[in-house]
């Protein structure tokens, strides 16, 4: 497989004028329009009318994150206002049981107007259901631009996740170029979120209604969910001449037994809804590679790794190998559910192993999102973004859908 790391970022340039961001939702999420591109043709309908165009017997994989109210806002004696956006928890194997925390936990944040905080606590007053709250953040250690922050609370009768549903605020795009609504608490997570942890919606499941999944259902299309929770430097762009100098970032995702399963079960038809089931889908099938090359392997490394899939040497194995693999490795665990971290990149020069389609909305310049797309495409990535652009389809998280064949 061919390395990507001496691909220049500013040859995935394109013009995206400001007035093409959609600021907003439509009121109908399958309103949407819907670009359909196979093997080269494009052209256009209705997102409501997805299930007319996917393969036969296509199985679709959801990731079902749910994004938190991750931003928490403190006010100084000194009037200044110090935001604290919760990234993860230190230890970001078991989000479950970070957010069931009921007197103290660390997260990692980004600290806003971070000049104003030197040194010493924060406190806020929370109003959660009909009790009073006394929450105070301290700084415990500093990475680069993350920080570790210590929280506690008084009394300690709720949960964390009490706390930032009651506080916090959704971390909506900055590119939006305006605060959240109202409206965005339900806007701004899929139909089908369960599991929190995101601090930002795997966007392209926005489209889906309930009565788009009972299409699906209706013409017997299978779902399989898995979860990876979104972090904050997934649609960062790259500010680095080529690839190589890039730091990818890490998110964690647990995928079921049954879904893998299910994997072996659909090889040919597997539709990834958005560039976060397709990195999940994608890190699979090194997970297997990496345990059929040492079966302990994952005692020792839990995450696949940027350059993995182009420089790592593992062995060239099929994805059906790879599936078993996982269920092997499963089976020695005596555990139903797999959760490891990635940050894999995936870059024209990749192969891709699992996945057979993309459901992905119109992506930011120069971004490891986009780069995804033209790995999937080949050049025809600019053709299509070409095609939208120029038929006036809205783009980034709120923006219209594309569904690559």
């Given at each position: 497989m061919t390395s990507p790391r001496q691909i220049r970022i500013a040859d995935y340039q394109y013009p995206l004028p400001d007035g093409r961001i959609a600021r907003y939702p439509l009121v109908r999420r399958d309103r949407s329009r819907l670009l359909l591109y196979r093997q080269g043709d494009i052209s256009e309908t209705r997102f409501c009318r997805l299930?007319?165009?996917?393969?036969?017997?296509?199985?679709?994989?959801?990731?079902?994150?749910r994004v938190i109210q991750a931003r928490l806002l403190f006010q100084k004696t000194t009037g200044a206002s110090i935001e604290l956006f919760c990234l993860e928890p230190v230890d970001p194997h078991d989000y479950v049981l970070a957010f069931q925390q009921t007197k103290q936990c660390v997260w990692k944040c980004l600290i806003g107007n971070r000049k104003k905080w030197k040194d010493g606590l924060l406190t806020q007053t929370v109003h959660a259901g009909n009790k009073t709250v006394t929450l105070t953040a301290r700084r415990v250690a500093t990475c680069e631009d993350i920080h570790w922050i210590a929280f506690s609370w008084e009394p300690d009768f709720c949960t964390f996740a009490d706390l930032l549903d009651a506080a916090g605020k959704l971390p909506i795009p900055p590119y939006l170029h305006r605060e959240a609504e109202v409206a965005d608490l339900s806007a701004y997570q899929t139909v089908y979120s369960k599991i929190k942890g995101s601090v930002a919606a795997p966007t392209a499941g926005l489209h889906f209604t309930p009565d788009t999944l009972s299409a699906l259902a209706d013409r017997g299309f299978e779902r399989e969910e898995i979860t990876l929770h979104v972090g904050a430097g997934t649609f960062k762009p790259v500010k680095t001449e080529t690839l190589d100098a890039h730091p990818m970032h890490t998110e964690w995702f647990t995928v079921q037994r049954r879904t893998v399963v299910r994997l072996l079960a659909s090889p040919g038809r597997v539709i990834a809804v958005g560039t976060t089931s397709v990195r999940t889908l994608e890190s699979l099938y090194y997970i297997g590679a990496m345990l059929a090359r040492h079966p302990d392997a994952l005692d020792e490394e839990r995450t696949v790794g940027q350059w993995t899939p182009y420089e790592e040497r593992l062995p060239d194995i099929s994805p059906s190998e790879a599936l078993h693999q996982i269920l092997a490795y499963l089976d020695r665990q005596q555990t139903d559910?797999?959760?490891?971290?990635?940050?894999?990149l995936i870059a024209p020069g990749y192969s891709f192993r699992l996945v057979n389609g993309i459901l992905t909305n119109f992506h930011q310049p120069q971004s490891t999102l986009l780069l995804l797309v033209a790995a999937f495409t080949g050049g025809d990535w600019k053709q299509i973004y070409d095609y939208a652009l120029s038929h006036d389809f809205r783009f980034l998280s709120y923006g219209d859908s594309s569904l690559l064949l």
């Amino acid at each position: 497989m061919t390395s990507p790391r001496q691909i220049r970022i500013a040859d995935y340039q394109y013009p995206l004028p400001d007035g093409r961001i959609a600021r907003y939702p439509l009121v109908r999420r399958d309103r949407s329009r819907l670009l359909l591109y196979r093997q080269g043709d494009i052209s256009e309908t209705r997102f409501c009318r997805l299930p007319e165009y996917l393969p036969e017997k296509s199985l679709l994989v959801f990731n079902n994150t749910r994004v938190i109210q991750a931003r928490l806002l403190f006010q100084k004696t000194t009037g200044a206002s110090i935001e604290l956006f919760c990234l993860e928890p230190v230890d970001p194997h078991d989000y479950v049981l970070a957010f069931q925390q009921t007197k103290q936990c660390v997260w990692k944040c980004l600290i806003g107007n971070r000049k104003k905080w030197k040194d010493g606590l924060l406190t806020q007053t929370v109003h959660a259901g009909n009790k009073t709250v006394t929450l105070t953040a301290r700084r415990v250690a500093t990475c680069e631009d993350i920080h570790w922050i210590a929280f506690s609370w008084e009394p300690d009768f709720c949960t964390f996740a009490d706390l930032l549903d009651a506080a916090g605020k959704l971390p909506i795009p900055p590119y939006l170029h305006r605060e959240a609504e109202v409206a965005d608490l339900s806007a701004y997570q899929t139909v089908y979120s369960k599991i929190k942890g995101s601090v930002a919606a795997p966007t392209a499941g926005l489209h889906f209604t309930p009565d788009t999944l009972s299409a699906l259902a209706d013409r017997g299309f299978e779902r399989e969910e898995i979860t990876l929770h979104v972090g904050a430097g997934t649609f960062k762009p790259v500010k680095t001449e080529t690839l190589d100098a890039h730091p990818m970032h890490t998110e964690w995702f647990t995928v079921q037994r049954r879904t893998v399963v299910r994997l072996l079960a659909s090889p040919g038809r597997v539709i990834a809804v958005g560039t976060t089931s397709v990195r999940t889908l994608e890190s699979l099938y090194y997970i297997g590679a990496m345990l059929a090359r040492h079966p302990d392997a994952l005692d020792e490394e839990r995450t696949v790794g940027q350059w993995t899939p182009y420089e790592e040497r593992l062995p060239d194995i099929s994805p059906s190998e790879a599936l078993h693999q996982i269920l092997a490795y499963l089976d020695r665990q005596q555990t139903d559910q797999l959760t490891m971290a990635t940050q894999l990149l995936i870059a024209p020069g990749y192969s891709f192993r699992l996945v057979n389609g993309i459901l992905t909305n119109f992506h930011q310049p120069q971004s490891t999102l986009l780069l995804l797309v033209a790995a999937f495409t080949g050049g025809d990535w600019k053709q299509i973004y070409d095609y939208a652009l120029s038929h006036d389809f809205r783009f980034l998280s709120y923006g219209d859908s594309s569904l690559l064949l």
